[in-house]
């Protein structure tokens, strides 16, 4: 069964940090595209940030640009977000998947994790 698990969240400053991290399992990791996706209350789900196969192509959605960064490591079936210079409209449950842009109608995608909070305030 496929299966996600993101964790690394909690409450932060404005200006803070964190790193995200999806622990991915019941498929074959390192064939995938992966991305990280949020989801404020209210609004829908956006894609962040997403990252190739073997880590070597990477995107990122203009709102965090320079300030998160996505990497994983196949061998652990992990990938990770870096956050830095958050602000307070990163607040969000933090979810990981395939890469929807590049694996679309994928059957992955219809399976989620319980997602990670990221509340930004002061």
């Known amino acids: 069964q496929v299966q996600f698990v993101e964790s690394g969240g909690g409450f932060v400053q404005p200006g803070g940090s964190l790193r995200l991290s999806c622990a991915a399992s019941?498929?074959?990791?390192?064939?995938?595209?992966m991305a990280w996706y949020r989801q404020a209350p209210g609004k829908e789900r956006e894609l962040v940030a997403a990252i190739g196969s073997t880590g070597g192509d990477t995107g990122y959605a203009d709102s965090v640009k320079g300030r998160f960064t996505i990497s994983r490591d196949n061998a652990k079936n992990t990938m990770y977000l870096q956050m830095n210079s958050l602000k307070p409209v990163d607040t969000a449950v933090y979810y990981c998947?395939?890469?929807?842009?590049?694996?679309?109608?994928?059957?992955?995608?219809?399976?989620w994790g319980q997602g990670t909070q990221v509340t930004v305030s002061s």
């Open positions: 998947n395939a890469d929807r842009t590049r694996h679309s109608w994928n059957s992955l995608l219809l399976s």
């Open positions: 019941g498929f074959v990791f390192r064939s995938y595209a």
